[in-house]
């Protein structure tokens, strides 16, 4: 089996989540700066989430150029990915509109680290199908990176109740860490 | 004619449905845990949907291997079962907002019979369009599983009235019965 | 230049508005047939609004075939077409909502009418880009199904003010006569 | 790495934009064409802006012609002008709904302006991936048509606050300016 509808798919869904997480923005009804203010944390949470999205599409399509053949595990496994990824705009509209309180925004960080997990289990799904001469093992390694956005998220989710905005700033460096696309795949591109 | 523009386009609505169901997942007003359990029922049928219209998505998928060429009848059967995947959001919604009672539930194993029996429809079309040799029937058989899907549908829809939350275990064994995809058509490939 | 940017960007818009036009369907909040009711007028509508889709789907779909390359004019002349058609979600829930009454039948005739124009004019653009020896031309003829299907607009459109339901049904008329693919064009591919 | 997915999510998130926004056209409650009156700039700012984006996906579909390879800046650069696209939607509402006042005219102006700016820095990475004899370069030139779109916005944004409707006949006007597809890429194809 080819990968283009795998791809053709993910992308589909991906672009569908990060462009109605536009919606969570309320026209103000009000024609002033001030009316935009309230909107603010929204904007914020939104520029954040499409990020995350963005560094889950750029990776899923370095990912993806590992891949030669697809069997029926990795379907699955993206479909669980795409399942996380598509609670995103709930979790980003309830964390934004509520200017970064506690529960919300341990909520944000389960979505996240829930989505890691699941991009890490089609990473391994690959590589078993792939066998002993893994062309994505190859290129990922231990794939330190990885594991330690999932260390963080863990890290951000208690720290969510005590002081929501350190978690927040745990999230956004976490995303800063993936913003340069992986060099290790890219070398070997 | 091929058969590209036929998946793009399957590929796009199914990514659209899957995806605009988790509008349903209306971002709650407090920010308590709390806040949180009147949307479990509705974040099940959300999961029990997603898992449905993915089935879906990866037999399409299958299926289609089994396809060079498109004719006219093929494009209608095929949106014939898009219309029917179409109404998904709004059942899932129905039922999962009221916490399964009896008609959302019976709708939900409505849709899904129109649905199932929409696929049977596109999958004897490809059948008859291929002729005496055609590649997808010696791959699908007598397509048991598929008419066991029917069956277990037109059990629940009467069982919805009086035990509504067997319907809904009802749907949920026929997923689990789907969940691993075809080796009739893995084998093949 | 290509088709293929062409094909998908009308695949992509032509499946959404297709899709959202289900979010008309609101979930009702009480929970028997009965509440159903006044939602079967507009599940009707969608359903013909369904259909008129898959149509200019399949017909564009067959339209493509007889092209191989694309210039600015088939670009903007494409664009104009899913403007109208974009419009389709707005005239299909004035109209449905409101059983079938003189003004919103008018102005889905009105919508139906200008995607049926801009559909001519992106047939005319590819001919007289192709030259004296258009494939598209020797395909579709004099188009008398098209042209045919204008005329039948135009009248329904003030038949509309009159007895709403006539035009109604002259819209599904219409729609009737287009069900099947063109077969000028399939014979030819 | 191919440019394949990055035109495909480019396609999927622009068609998503451009038919989302139709959802602010509010079914309106009474049947009269009077009805539709107050929906009329709503109308207008969305044509506007379905023009707007236009030009962004066939300059997008124009410019790509000329990129062979891709490389993680350019998917980056390419999801910061998506970002600035997707917020089209609200400013299309804020500014249609409230019928073109000062402020929300402004930031129509201001997303278009970091929109365009967004573009120029796309086109600007992918001039410098090509290296010295970058074919898209030898396409733009100085790019005249581009800059003099920035200065237009630049201009308009200050005029909103003090005759918004001449800042809006300013953003047609670039509009116009961009609606024939750019002769020097399309000589060069």
Chains 1, 2, 3, 4 share one sequence.
Do not use: C
């Not at 944390?41 to 399509?61: A, K, Q």
């Not at 990912?63 to 595990?73: K, P, Q």
């Not at 990915?81 to 509520?98: C, I, K, R, Y």
């Not at 944000?108 to 890691?116: D, N, P, T």
């Amino acid at each position: 089996m080819t990968k283009t509808r795998l791809e053709a798919f993910s992308d589909g869904v991906i672009a569908i989540i990060i462009t109605i997480m536009v919606l969570e923005l309320r026209v103000p009804h009000e024609t002033s700066w001030e009316a935009l203010r309230p909107l603010v944390p929204v904007l914020l949470t939104y520029l954040m989430s499409f990020v995350f999205l963005g560094i889950y599409w750029t990776n899923h399509h370095h990912m993806l150029h590992m891949v030669d053949r697809v069997n029926g595990a990795m379907l699955w496994a993206n479909l669980h990915l795409l399942f996380w990824l598509s609670l995103t705009p709930f979790v980003t509209g309830w964390m934004g509109e509520n200017k970064f309180v506690e529960v919300p925004t341990a909520a944000y960080g389960i979505v996240l680290l829930m989505a890691g997990i699941a991009y890490t289990i089609l990473e391994r799904t690959i590589i078993a199908f792939q066998g002993p001469h893994s062309k994505l093992r190859a290129a990922v390694g231990r794939d330190v990176k990885g594991y330690a956005s999932l260390a963080l998220y863990v890290t951000a989710i208690p720290v969510s109740f005590v002081e929501p905005r350190v978690a927040v700033g745990i999230y956004a460096a976490t995303a800063a860490l993936w913003l340069v696309p992986d060099p290790r795949i890219e070398r070997r591109v």
